[in-house]
């Protein structure tokens, strides 16, 4: 048997840019349809060797915002191959390398689907403390929300609207590991709780890569049912060991302050409307006794290199960030480690560790549950009470109608706080088993551990005057398992074949306990020292399997076609429903390369990609645990245990939720790439929506899940990037993003009924958007004017089947976008974001209470005091919910930053970056609250909805980045 003669070739160049002549630096150069190659380092070099037949190959340049190159090849006995590359920049970046799922990555010209990347530089110089955070504005198609100003205050993103009443958050990958992004609520902090991405850090990411058609989900799974959000982070390359020393310091502080009661006067009666009668006090900003400006600092050290056959990256780095509330305060630490082995030239071993320890100290606000919160205690306050403590440091009651907290108490002595360990960490082989056959597989595992307590002294303002300890803990860990195999093969010198196979398997378990009390014994802090009101535990596992077989076609390089077929199972679901099949097909045509286009108009519009996709994918979240069951509760019975049935039905034929996309669009480029356009249409029908319907009561059940309900979305994005204006010393880069989206329940089998969470103000009704506000509404003449009493207040209105409520709002957006602004001048830049969110309504509870007279804090009341509205004139208006639905439209100066880099300034130092950085510093909006963004629902559908929620601060940071 003949064995192919093999030689060691070393390839090596430089790679630079074409309009400025500097180097790239971590640009990919590698042999075709193989994972033999290296990345540019920071002087823009490359060099690989690889065991190789003598033959033809093609040579494989790839980055980020530059048209790929291939360059043929022919080796023979001589052993050093040099060749030297100038990419051109491409906007589009049609020939940006991303990963679908499949063993190797693709390029986005392949592609049908739309696909969104944000870069490390586009994520750096942001200001931001967290992952998603850094993502607000930069992609189409992604409602990033900020839930709360708290210094790790939780995220939600929403890809192309809701589309399950079980949640809508993506999934999200970090080098291949499915993360859990909970927000556990474990103690009631009023929806400001975190989500798990706060422990990740930015520094570590590379590039991020947003997915949103259900085209995707084929791939991926119906976790992906809701998007994708894949995490890259940075990983060594060859050479020399390369340092990178970062440090920041911020400033957080109140953008701006609520209108309150300023009046000289106070009611002696405030219940009588009758009784005019006043008596002259002080009033109190109690708005400075919680809000504060907070100070932060971060650092951050890597360093990466490696030589021929192993590179590694190692980090580590420290947060301090303090809020504008006081005494509230976010700490991480995170090392990571990353080491690349080609232990063979056809197998390649990663390894990945990743350890992040995150600790909180939180000041409840917001009263969802509990009742104890400092902006809680705010709204109920009559603010003509000095809140001050007496000489004996005891705190005087401010809310005199209902028991509530002293504001200035709750941040001074109550200790609630949030304590995070946590392990992400993946094994992969990547195997090129023959020239058309590779494999790659995976072991990801995220573990983490959240524990939290809250402590509440004896002797105190809030509902718990004989303390409160809490004390809760959860465990979640989970792993996936992939295994893909891929085969690719030239058909004919035109046609290429790529067909993909692969499984997956994964598991979650997930462990509560916690315990709290009251009556607590002065100086101890723990539950046990108590009256246990609540102590429990849980344990939830979930499996799920699936598999794919994905095909793909290429013709001549610009006519793309691939289809897909998936299969999940959840162990949610009972066994003759938890099996689900699942399709997608795409088609993608670079219509500008054809002959008769760069003949004609190709001078000037010189890229037109055509693009569809159709997919289908199933929600697995949207039943809760066990629910396909009929639970029962412990409880005792003349002294034995005992069980008691639940109020709700299981139900074991309830199937997963089915969800189809259609999506077409096109990305062209004008003037050798100075202008690159995306745009996208989609259409989303979900049928089976689970719907917790509620039953007869003849049934002996209150509700029961059922697949009954049906939901659609409808929307187009457009991104838009130019560059203006370049020459050698200048350069202005501009982009900007549109996208609207049109959701509409179409079927809720005949009910309508409120979200969790909102008081009873976001409804899901058929005809509307998910989570419409639904309350009283004004009464009104003909004209639309305000129908007042004989005694001049406003009344309830009626509608024409004679009820109360009507729908008064909607919290779901017209269309949101962003404008970013970037200039380089020398060794100067500047960047300027801002974003916009229009056309959306905000419920503001905290004007409802604020500018009722039986509390006196808001600033109607002291209208009222005044002579200027009647006395009780809030009072009437509370029950009239109508008034308190506020248009929340905004544009914000998002990000503000200016830089300025020295190179190698000094022997041994490669670069200095100085840069001063803005965020959130001006908002143009009529809402009276503080903050029309933030939403006390957090991460659930709730929307809209400000009820003790902390403000986005503005923020100010300072940093210092090295290289050497």
């Not at 002294?457 to 300890?469: E, L, Q």
């Not at 109020?647 to 003037?671: C, I, R, S």
């Not at 200095?912 to 503080?930: A, E, F, H, P, T």
Request: no cysteine; charged share 20%; glycine share 10%.
């Amino acid at each position: 048997m003949a064995i192919a003669q093999t030689n060691q070739y070393t390839f090596t160049g430089t790679i630079t840019d074409n309009n400025s002549n500097i180097p790239i630096s971590g640009v990919s150069v590698f042999i075709e349809n193989s994972n033999r190659g290296a990345s540019t380092d920071f002087d823009g070099n490359y060099r690989f060797k690889a065991e190789l037949s003598p033959g033809t190959y093609n040579l494989v340049v790839n980055s980020v915002a530059h048209k790929s190159q291939k360059l043929s090849i022919t080796l023979g006995d001589q052993t050093e191959i040099t060749n030297d590359f100038t990419l051109v920049e491409d906007l589009l970046s049609l020939d940006e390398v991303v990963v679908t799922g499949n063993v190797v990555g693709i390029n986005k010209r392949a592609l049908g689907n739309n696909i969104s990347s944000v870069n490390a530089e586009n994520l750096s110089n942001t200001a931001s403390v967290q992952v998603d955070q850094a993502l607000q504005g930069k992609i189409t198609g992604a409602l990033v929300v900020q839930n709360s100003g708290d210094p790790a205050g939780g995220i939600s993103v929403l890809l192309r609207g809701a589309s399950s009443l079980g949640g809508n958050q993506p999934l999200y990958i970090l080098d291949g590991v499915i993360l859990n992004n909970d927000s556990n609520e474990l103690i009631d902090i009023g929806g400001n709780s975190q989500n798990r991405l706060a422990d990740i850090n930015p520094e570590d990411i590379e590039k991020i890569e947003v997915i949103k058609g259900a085209a995707a989900s084929a791939i991926y799974g119906s976790r992906a049912n809701n998007g994708v959000v894949q995490i890259f982070t940075k990983q060594g390359k060859r050479g020399e060991a390369q340092f990178r020393f970062s440090t920041s310091v911020k400033v957080n502080e109140l953008r701006k302050k609520i209108d309150y009661n300023t009046a000289p006067l106070a009611w002696v009666d405030p219940f009588d409307r009758n009784n005019l009668e006043t008596r002259p006090v002080e009033r109190f900003d109690l708005q400075d006794e919680f809000f504060d400006t907070g100070y932060g600092v971060e650092n951050a050290l890597s360093v990466s290199g490696g030589g021929e056959n192993a590179r590694y990256y190692v980090s580590g780095s420290f947060l301090d960030n303090e809020g504008i509330i006081k005494n509230t305060d976010f700490q991480r630490i995170n090392f990571k480690t990353n080491v690349v082995l080609d232990a063979f030239d056809w197998l390649k071993v990663t390894g990945d560790f990743n350890y992040a320890r995150s600790v909180s100290q939180d000041i409840p606000n917001g009263g969802i549950n509990a009742a104890y919160g400092a902006i809680t205690g705010f709204v109920f306050s009559e603010n003509s009470i000095d809140p001050s403590p007496n000489e004996s440091g005891v705190y005087p009651v401010t809310s005199l109608l209902v028991p509530r907290t002293n504001p200035a108490e709750a941040v001074e002595r109550f200790d609630f706080g949030n304590k995070t360990n946590r392990f992400i960490t993946s094994f992969k082989l990547d195997a090129e088993i023959t020239d058309n056959l590779s494999a790659s597989y995976i072991l990801g595992l995220d573990y983490y551990n959240q524990s939290a307590s809250a402590f509440i002294p004896v002797g105190n303002t809030s509902p718990n005057g004989s303390g409160f300890a809490r004390r809760s803990d959860v465990n979640n860990f989970q792993y996936n398992s992939d295994l893909n195999l891929t085969y690719q093969a030239n058909i004919t010198d035109d046609l290429t074949s790529t067909t993909t196979l692969g499984g997956t398997y994964q598991f979650q378990e997930v462990e509560r306990i916690g315990i709290q009390a009251t009556g607590l014994v002065p100086v101890v802090e723990t539950a046990g020292s108590g009256s246990i009101l609540e102590q429990g535990e849980t344990r939830v596992p979930f499996s799920l399997w699936g598999g794919f077989i994905q095909q793909a076609f290429g013709f001549k390089d610009k006519l793309y076609i691939n289809g897909a077929i998936r299969t999940d199972g959840s162990s949610a679901f009972s066994k003759d429903e938890r099996n689900q099949l699942y399709a997608k097909a795409g088609i993608s045509y670079i219509i500008s390369e054809e002959d008769f286009w760069q003949d004609g108009i190709g001078d000037v519009f010189n890229t037109l990609k055509l693009r569809a996709a159709w997919g289908q994918s199933g929600g697995l979240n949207a039943l809760p645990a066990f629910s396909r069951f009929t639970n029962f509760s412990p409880s005792a019975l003349n002294g034995q245990s005992s069980l008691i049935i639940g109020n709700q039905l299981g139900n074991v034929d309830a199937a997963p939720e089915k969800q189809t996309e259609t999506e077409f669009g096109f990305d062209a480029g004008f003037f050798d790439g100075r202008i690159g356009v995306e745009f996208t249409y989609y259409q989303q029908e979900v049928t089976d929506l689970l719907l917790n319907r509620e039953l007869a009561p003849t049934a002996g059940f209150g509700s029961r899940f059922e697949s009954v309900g049906k939901l659609e979305n409808k929307g187009l994005e457009l991104l838009i990037r130019a560059i203006p204006v370049r020459t050698d010393d200048f350069t202005w880069n501009l982009t900007t993003t549109y996208t609207s989206n049109d959701n509409k329940v179409t079927n809720v089998a005949g009910q309508q009924f409120a979200l969790a969470g909102s008081f009873s103000t976001n409804y899901v009704i058929e005809g509307e958007s998910l989570g419409v506000f639904y309350r009283q509404f004004y009464n009104r003449d003909a004209n639309g004017e305000i129908i007042l009493d004989d005694n001049g207040y406003p009344t309830t209105g009626r509608t024409e089947d004679g009820s109360s409520s009507k729908v008064i709002g909607d919290p779901n957006p017209d269309w949101y976008g962003s404008l970013i602004n970037e200039f380089k001048y020398k060794n100067f830049a500047l960047r300027a974001q801002f974003d916009a969110v229009q056309g959306f309504d905000v419920f503001n509870w905290n004007r409802r209470l604020l500018d009722n007279v039986i509390f006196g804090g808001g600033s109607n009341v002291g209208e009222e005091l005044l002579g200027n509205l009647p006395k009780g004139y809030g009072g009437a208006q509370a029950g009239i919910f109508e008034e308190f639905v506020e248009d929340g439209s905004f544009v914000k100066l998002r990000e503000l930053s200016l830089s300025y880099t020295i190179a190698e300034p000094i022997k041994y130092i490669d670069e200095i970056k100085l840069s001063l950085v803005g965020r959130n510093l001006v908002s143009w909006d009529d809402y009276s609250g503080w903050d029309p963004e933030v939403n006390t629902g957090g991460q659930s559908n709730v929307r809209g909805f400000d009820f003790g929620a902390v403000p986005i601060p503005r923020t100010y940071q300072f940093g210092i980045n090295l290289s050497f």
